[in-house]
C-alpha cells in the first residue's frame, strides 16, 4: 500500500501564510510527479500545483506568485508554501502522486507497477 498524509491546514486571517506538508509511505520505489488539488464547497476539484521528479513545477493561475510548492526526494515528501493567502484560497486541499509501488510476490520476488495515490485531504480556511 501506498499512503499519502497532509498536514498543515488551518485557519489564517487574509494575507496570511500557511505552509502544507504530504508525507508519501509504504512500499514506493520512486516517486514521479507529486501536485496539490484544492475542492471548495459547490465546486470541482482544481489542480493548484505540482511538481515533476525532476523539478519542473507548473501553477494555476489563481495562485502564481503567491504559492511555491517543492520536495523532498530523499523524505518522500511535498509542501506547498501559501502566502497572501485570499478567501478564495478555502479549500479542502488534497496531496495527490504518481508512484511506482513496490510488491513483494511468492517467494520472496518483487514486483513494480504504477498507482495513483491521493492524500485524505486537509481543509485551509481563510477569514477574519
Known amino acids: 500500500q501506498v499512503q499519502l498524509v497532509e498536514s498543515g491546514g488551518g485557519l489564517v486571517q487574509p494575507g496570511g501564510s500557511l505552509r502544507l506538508s504530504c508525507a508519501a509511505s509504504?512500499?514506493?520505489?520512486?516517486?514521479?510527479?507529486m501536485a496539490w488539488y484544492r475542492q471548495a464547497p459547490g465546486k470541482q476539484r482544481e489542480l493548484v500545483a505540482s511538481i515533476t521528479s525532476g523539478g519542473s513545477t507548473n501553477y494555476a493561475d489563481s495562485v502564481k506568485g503567491r504559492f511555491t510548492i517543492s520536495r523532498d526526494g530523499a523524505k518522500k515528501m511535498v509542501y506547498l508554501q501559501m502566502n497572501s493567502l485570499k478567501p478564495e484560497d478555502t479549500a479542502v486541499y488534497y496531496c495527490?502522486?504518481?508512484?511506482?509501488?513496490?510488491?513483494?510476490?511468492?517467494?520472496?520476488?518483487?514486483?513494480?507497477?504504477?498507482?495513483?495515490?491521493w492524500g485524505q485531504g486537509t481543509l485551509v480556511t481563510v477569514s477574519s
Open positions: 509504504g512500499s514506493i520505489f520512486s516517486i514521479n510527479t
Open positions: 495527490n502522486a504518481n508512484v511506482i509501488r513496490r510488491t513483494v510476490v511468492g517467494g520472496g520476488a518483487t514486483e513494480l507497477s504504477a498507482v495513483d495515490a
